[in-house]
């Protein structure tokens, strides 16, 4: 088993700018998914460093990955900011260029190419956000899942680390970061509602503490007019944790404003479930408030 390291490693590498063959090498964070990792681990076709990075499974998630040929480690889960963190430093990676996956994410041959193709070059960002492709109900759900929605997932290891943020990450570098055309596919509900819902449930609990923090800490008015999508997207987030009826709006925002209309029923299935995990949320960040003012009494 290992541990989360104390000590960052440095975001600058003097050998970033070196031109490199276009390998690149994979991780897979997992925890009881023998439903998904076959199927991921053979969108990888072709690339020669696969590794799965395991939170302590119960099921064959790690006989399945080492039969397929990719490395496995273990490392109890903390958050998603330091497991992607713990395989930065500990991971036996051949490439400096690394693409963080989960398991019920799968590679495109588009992807693959243009990421070969980018790496090859020396390309002086530091890290990549990659558009993913919500697939739900058996169709891509462009409009209803807002795409393109982005996150760094290539990066170079030796030029960026991550940090904690609600349920999930934020990035840290010195360094720029752009974007990928071509996206991977999501498969969020491969493992049925009541997996979605219980993930989901605990997701709930982590924003609403984060999005108490963000009401506190006030809008940057300049944010919603930023040329770079990722920062409008994020003001627009702390706006809406300050809106009463926020997860009704969302329902409206994902159907009429975002064109959700057009997908038919799996979109307005996919509508319901978000709403209610904004709902979810809500309640928690309610529940939050009042105990840290019973404490502050």
């Avoid at 700018?17 to 998914?33: K, M, N, R």
Wanted: net charge negative; hydrophobic share 35%; with cysteine.
């Amino acid at each position: 088993m290992g541990s989360n390291h104390d000590n960052p490693t440095s975001l600058t590498n003097p050998d970033a700018a070196q031109p490199g063959s276009g390998e690149f090498s994979v991780v897979i964070l997992t925890l009881d998914e023998q439903i998904n990792i076959e199927a991921c681990i053979r969108s990888l076709e072709g690339i020669d460093d696969i590794h799965v990075l395991d939170s302590g499974s119960s099921d064959q998630t790690c006989e399945i990955a080492r039969r397929m040929g990719a490395s496995v480690s273990v490392n109890p889960f903390e958050s998603f900011g330091s497991q992607r963190n713990w395989a930065i430093d500990n991971m036996p990676m051949k490439h400096d260029w690394v693409l963080h996956l989960d398991a019920d994410e799968r590679m495109t041959p588009e992807l693959l190419a243009e990421i070969r193709s980018l790496v090859s070059g020396a390309p002086a960002e530091a890290g990549f956000y990659v558009p993913n492709k919500l697939m739900f109900m058996g169709r891509w759900l462009k409009r209803a899942g807002g795409y393109p929605s982005y996150q760094v997932r290539l990066f170079h290891r030796g030029r960026l680390r991550f940090t904690d943020y609600g349920h999930g990450q934020r990035e840290q570098t010195d360094g720029e970061l752009g974007y990928l055309e071509h996206p991977y596919l999501h498969d969020a509900f491969s493992k049925g509602l009541d997996d979605w819902i219980a993930k989901h449930n605990g997701y709930s609990s982590k924003e609403s503490i984060q999005a108490l923090e963000e009401k506190r800490a006030g809008l940057r008015f300049s944010d919603f007019f930023s040329r770079d999508g990722i920062v409008r997207r994020r003001a627009l987030k702390r706006l809406a944790y300050r809106l009463p009826a926020r997860a009704s709006i969302r329902w409206w925002v994902i159907i009429l404003l975002q064109g959700g209309f057009l997908e038919g029923r799996p979109a307005r299935t996919y509508a319901s479930l978000v709403v209610m995990y904004e709902r979810m949320t809500s309640i928690k960040m309610k529940w939050e408030e009042y105990n840290q003012d019973r404490s502050d009494t």
